[in-house]
């Protein structure tokens, strides 16, 4: 089985910079996706991981350490549309489906 | 438009009764999953179906039941047997296994 620990919650400014830790342990590891969900609204993909390091796609960034067991969503000059839940899904080796973790709710305000 | 039709958006059932969630996707996409998501949970895995008439248990499969007569179709009945079955109930896809999941719009579920 796994185990993906994210902060509940979280709170930042309108134009500042936000980093969301995911933490992962997996008897074998196959990729870690995440996602954005608006409230009510389906999930909607964010970015794919499965080698070390940085990918980066316009605002966002994902990082990947595997040896560590950990990830993070880095959301550049924030704005008040990016208020959402963030998922990280991980997926195991000898599995095709990630496993989602509990999500962290993301605030921006003015 | 290519994507994941979910209906109805919105679904009130008394207790004792089936209802029936319908997905269509015409994305030509092999595989097809439910999630259900409960405040403050991950999406938990219910069934999913990597090709026609072929599908598998997942995590919390118990009071649902699913079929796969058809490439784009994949409706999730929920029973009666399912015994806290008010959720948000989400429909996904990929291409095949092992490619990144897309998702419906969701279905809102109430019992009454």
Redesign the interface.
């Known amino acids: 089985g796994q185990n993906i620990d994210q902060p509940t919650e979280m709170t930042a400014t309108e134009g500042a910079i936000v980093q969301i830790n995911c933490t992962y342990q997996t008897s074998g590891f196959n990729g870690l996706f995440w996602y954005q969900q608006h409230a009510g609204e389906a999930p909607t993909f964010l970015s794919y991981n499965v080698l070390d390091g940085l990918e980066e796609k316009g605002r966002f960034s994902s990082f990947l350490s595997r040896s560590k067991g950990y990830s993070y969503l880095l959301l550049k000059e924030l704005q008040m549309k990016d208020s959402a839940s963030y998922l990280c899904a991980v997926r195991e080796g000898g599995s095709y489906i990630p496993t989602f973790g509990r999500g962290t709710s993301l605030i921006v305000h003015p | 438009d290519g994507g994941i039709t979910q209906s109805p958006k919105y679904l009130f059932r008394k207790e004792g009764q089936n209802v029936t969630l319908s997905c269509e996707q015409n994305l030509n996409h092999d595989a097809m999953?439910w999630?259900r998501q409960d405040p403050?949970?991950?999406?938990?895995?219910i069934y999913?179906s990597q090709i026609v008439n072929d599908f598998q248990k997942?995590d919390i499969a118990e009071g649902y039941s699913v079929s796969r007569e058809k490439k784009e179709s994949f409706p999730l009945t929920v029973t009666s047997a399912q015994k806290n079955p008010t959720a948000?109930y989400?429909c996904a896809s990929s291409m095949d296994?092992?490619n990144?999941?897309?998702?419906?719009?969701?279905s809102w579920l109430t019992v009454v």
Do not use: A, D, H, W
């Open positions: 999953y999630y403050g949970q991950g999406l938990r895995l999913y997942g948000f989400l296994r092992g990144t999941i897309y998702f419906g719009e969701g």
